[in-house]
């Protein structure tokens, strides 16, 4: 399976950190991907599961980073984002459980729907905005 969710230099927000830790997010989600859209099975569940939790804890971590030096910086959308990165992981976690309780079956179309609109999304958008702030 071809990658999907593919690093651009559009992706940048020239902060080395930021943007390395957006990178593997995106490494990340391409294993979901080819874990979600593997045959189903007890094995594949739990790659899947592996997976999945591998990308929620990187999203924590990278959130907290970013957090930090989002504060540093003195970023008046500072407290949005802290509210946007909650919410992201509330879903990831709720999405994690739904891996763990077995294999739903809109489980692929809500993973993929996930990785696309909020967390790379809110890479691409949020993400810029809030440095960007930062820049004016």
Known sequence: MSTTYAWSAAYEIDQGVIDAQHRQLLELANLVRMAVHGQ???EVLRVLGESFAALEREALHHFETEEAELERLGSPLLEEHRRLHAQIIREARA?????????PADLAGTVEVWMLD???THIVRDDRA???AVRK
Do not use: S, V
């Open 95 to 103: 999405i994690h459980q739904d891996i763990m309780k077995g294999y």
């Open 130 to 132: 809030a440095f960007d």
């Open 118 to 120: 909020r967390l790379i």
């Open 40 to 42: 189903r099975g007890d």
